[in-house]
T-cell receptor
Framework: AQRVTQPEKLLSVFKGAPVELKCNYS??????LFWYVQYSRQRLQLLLR??SRESIKGFTADLNKGETSFHLKKPFAQEEDSAMYYC????????????FGRGTQLTVWP | DAGVIQSPRHEVTEMGQEVTLRCKPI?????LFWYRQTMMRGLELLIY????????DSGMPEDRFSAKMPNASFSTLKIQPSEPRDSAVYFC??????????????FGEGSRLTVL
């Protein structure tokens, strides 16, 4: 069975500080991992996906298969980064079916 | 495109009443998902459809919950009878897959349900 774990429900940092939102997964196959973000009063939306190896809004995430992790990082947090972040996984055999973690609420203080 | 459209945005009802939530997916999308969001459990998949056919309803809590997709542009999630523990935000999402998993779901704004 697959599982996505986000160990921190709440995370607070000050503006300009580095931030790392943790995500671990369990899946025996080759998963595809994603980060979704929900800003206050906005829709849940895709932030980035590991296959793209992209940086979005200064955020990056590296898939570490050895540690089964997909942590989201940003070197200098901004106040507008405050949001709920969800890590999600797609199994190769289940097209389009996302398994979400429970989410981490990030607050960036001025 | 206005994106995924859900109604109502807010619903307050009394225990025992029937609740119907509605969703219009993005035109051309062939997958539709219903999720429930709570503080305790985060985002839970309730059911999803492919080309209007239910594929996996294992997340539906119990028989009080039912979902239909009579056509490609409309889906409903019904709770009958409703209970206070059903209070949550219910999200509808749609996606288009062209031969492989993309992982990008397009979410509606959600329907916030409060059962008194």
């Amino acid at each position: 069975a697959q599982r996505v774990t986000q160990p921190e429900k709440l995370l607070s940092v000050f503006k300009g500080a580095p931030v790392e939102l943790k995500c671990n997964y369990s899946y025996s196959g080759s998963p595809e991992l994603f980060w979704y973000v929900q800003y206050s009063r906005q829709r849940l939306q895709l932030l980035l996906r590991h296959i793209s190896r992209e940086s979005i809004k200064g955020f990056t995430a590296d898939l570490n298969k050895g540690e089964t992790s997909f942590h989201l990082k940003k070197p200098f947090a901004q106040e507008e980064d405050s949001a709920m972040y969800y890590c999600a996984l797609v199994r190769g055999s289940t097209l389009g079916r996302l398994y979400f973690g429970r989410g981490t609420q990030l607050t960036v203080w001025p | 495109d206005a994106g995924v459209i859900q109604s109502p945005r807010h619903e307050v009802t009394e225990m025992g009443q029937e609740v119907t939530l509605r969703c219009k997916p993005i035109s051309g999308h062939d997958y539709l998902f219903w999720y429930r969001q709570t503080m305790m459990r985060g985002l839970e998949l309730l059911i999803y459809f492919n080309n209007n056919v239910p594929i996996d309803d294992s997340g539906m809590p119990e028989d009080r919950f039912s979902a239909k997709m009579p056509n490609a542009s409309f889906s409903t999630l019904k709770i009958q009878p409703s209970e206070p523990r059903d209070s949550a935000v219910y999200f509808c999402a749609s996606s288009y897959l062209a031969g492989g998993p993309t992982g990008e779901l397009f979410f509606g704004e959600g329907s916030r349900l409060t059962v008194l």
